[in-house]
């Protein structure tokens, strides 16, 4: 079991986050494609449709999965950003001490602890390699679902809001994840692999839905920053019916959209689904950083997406209006 010990500054400091991230989806896909063949209920559909997708451009990611034990946690390496572009470029600027701490307890299978090493070392080749890998994993067993897997967590960070709302932060607490995890102030406790401890000293948690997290929460956290809040990702599909809306392939715009938007406009729309910057939503509308900004701006105005600050970027995401625009299920998730 794992227990996270709160005070006082740490329940005023939890927060919800939008996403795990990209890049910490995919990773946890890959382990449920590979532990979880027929256990995985909810997530059967999604199986079958993605097994046999991943190639030889893969194999720099899938290869370090780990043998037994943790993974690396691409949330320290890569953050939650849902752009896998910016995760990549983070991972790319990060330390070496960083990576050597995500990478030095990794189970990792001897033919690979050659490579392994490369990667701890900070080679940026072995890192471009290992960004290429998680791109191509991504490509098949995350991105043909991320707007209705992004809509999904949406819904279900709206419903953590309205709990908090309603009842405060002990509400969210003591309902988010029934039955994995219990509130019994100032201890929530969590259905977890093993026995942990964790006083928090108020840094507060970051509670993260996550889609591809199967069965039990996993704590994210920095070894290197004591300062930064642990992130607690708990699962958000539980069984088949909630699992079923999600794996229907992605459709683009529908014509009707098209036409009240603009092509262009219903086009960055649904790129932003996808989380993107401004430079990145130039590239994929093949238009100017400028025209792009004007879009986006739009879009913003029209109360259809929303724009953050990423360290020296943003980043623009789709609304739940504008996710129930583009036609993605919006599910309730208690």
């Known amino acids: 079991m794992l227990r996270i010990h709160f005070t006082a500054d740490d329940l005023a400091r939890t927060r919800v986050a939008a996403t795990i991230g990209a890049a910490a989806e995919t990773m946890y896909s890959l382990r449920l494609l590979r532990d979880c063949a027929s256990a995985a209920l909810p997530f059967r559909p999604w199986q079958e449709a993605v097994r046999g997708r991943l190639g030889a451009r893969a194999r720099p990611f899938t290869s370090l999965l780990a043998v037994d034990g943790p993974d690396i946690d691409l949330t320290v390496l890569m ?133 591809f997290l199967w069965r039990d929460p996993a704590l994210l956290w920095d070894s290197q920053d004591e300062t930064s809040a642990p992130t607690l990702a708990i699962p958000t599909i539980g069984d088949a019916q909630v699992g079923a809306a999600l794996w229907g392939a992605e459709q683009a715009a529908d014509p009707s959209l098209r036409a009240l938007l603009g092509r262009t406009r219903a086009a960055a729309l649904q790129v932003a689904t996808e989380g993107c910057s401004t430079t990145e939503l130039a590239r994929r509308l093949n238009v100017s950083i400028a025209a792009a900004s004007e879009h986006a701006t739009v879009l913003r105005n029209a109360h259809l997406i929303t724009t953050s600050r990423r360290g020296k970027s943003v980043v623009h995401t789709v609304t739940p209006l504008g996710a129930e625009l583009l036609g993605s299920p919006q599910t309730e998730h208690g």
């Open 79 to 211: 953050g939650d950003t849902p752009s896998l572009e910016e995760g990549i470029d983070n991972l790319l600027r990060a330390s070496s001490a960083g990576m050597r701490a995500e990478l030095e307890h990794i189970a990792f299978h001897p033919s690979q602890l050659s490579w392994a090493r490369n990667l701890a070392a900070g080679d940026l080749g072995a890192r471009r390699d290992f960004a290429a890998g998680l791109t191509a994993c991504n490509e098949a067993l995350v991105a043909p679902y991320w707007n209705r897997t992004r809509s999904h967590v949406e819904a279900v960070r709206a419903a953590f809001a309205r709990t908090l709302l309603d009842g405060g932060i002990e509400r969210l607490l003591e309902g988010m994840c029934v039955p994995l995890v219990r509130w019994r102030a100032p201890v929530l406790e969590v259905r977890y692999h093993r026995h942990v401890e964790v006083h928090l000293r108020g840094r507060g948690l970051v509670i993260a839905p996550t889609v």
